[in-house]
């Protein structure tokens, strides 16, 4: 069974400065993808960045990279110059290689919190 | 009207209760989602439906019984429900069978279910 792990139930960052958000993973599947959703106060879940785990190259969307050492089984989330608006919860999230539908497997999420 | 749309937004309910949570998705994918979001817990995927048939029923009590009448819509009918069922309830779509690359799971904002 798929495990995710991000160990930061809390952080603060000031405005402007770039974050860092951890996420680990225990999987023995070869195959998988890895994705963080972003969760405002509103409660929708909106998605940000995807990882394949064959993936070469970390993948980056805007002002969001995704840090991925598949060695270390870590899919760490990284948000440069951060603004008010980024504050929310964050979940990292895993997908096996073998389902029938698009399930995912999600941490117990990060709450950040941007300073001005 | 875009996206993925949960009605009510907010539900209070008593124990013996009969209610529905309604989900509807306009992005034309073919595979729903139930995931329900407690406090202080990870996202647990409830139900999956891929080509309207459920594909995953993630040991979820029978007081909880999903319908997909067509691609679009997904509910969620409730009966006799617990106060620890009280919590977020999130429905989502995607495109259905194998997934590949950043095939998402897409979000509507919940339902936020009391039970008293």
């Known amino acids: 069974a798929q495990k995710i792990t991000q160990t930061q139930p809390g952080m603060f960052v000031q405005e402007k400065e770039a974050v860092t958000l951890d996420c680990t993973y225990d999987?023995?599947?070869?195959?998988?993808?890895l994705f963080w959703y972003k969760q405002p106060s509103s409660g929708e879940m909106i998605f940000l960045i995807y990882?394949?785990?064959?993936?070469?190259q970390n993948a980056t969307e805007g002002r969001y990279s995704l840090n991925f050492q598949k060695a270390r089984k870590s899919a760490n989330l990284v948000i440069s110059a951060s603004q008010l608006g980024d504050s929310a919860m964050y979940f990292c999230a895993m997908r096996p290689p073998n389902n029938a539908g698009n399930m995912l497997t999600f941490g117990g999420g990060t709450r950040l919190m941007v300073k001005p | 009207e875009t996206g993925v749309t949960q009605t009510p937004r907010h539900l209070v309910m008593g124990m013996t209760n009969k209610k529905s949570l309604k989900c509807e998705q306009h992005l034309g994918h073919n595979a729903m989602y139930w995931y329900k979001q407690s406090a202080k817990k990870p996202l647990e995927l409830m139900f999956v439906?891929?080509?309207?048939?459920?594909?995953e029923n993630n040991s979820v009590p029978s007081r909880f019984s999903p319908e997909c009448p067509n691609s679009s819509h997904l509910f969620l009918h409730l009966h006799t429900l617990q106060p620890e069922d009280s919590a977020l309830y999130l429905c989502a779509s995607s495109q259905g069978g194998r997934p590949s690359g950043a095939n998402v799971l897409t979000f509507g904002a919940g339902s936020r279910l009391t039970v008293l």
């Open positions: 439906y891929s080509l309207e048939e459920r594909v």
């Open positions: 990882q394949g785990s064959y993936d070469e």
């Open positions: 999987t023995s599947d070869q195959s998988y993808g």
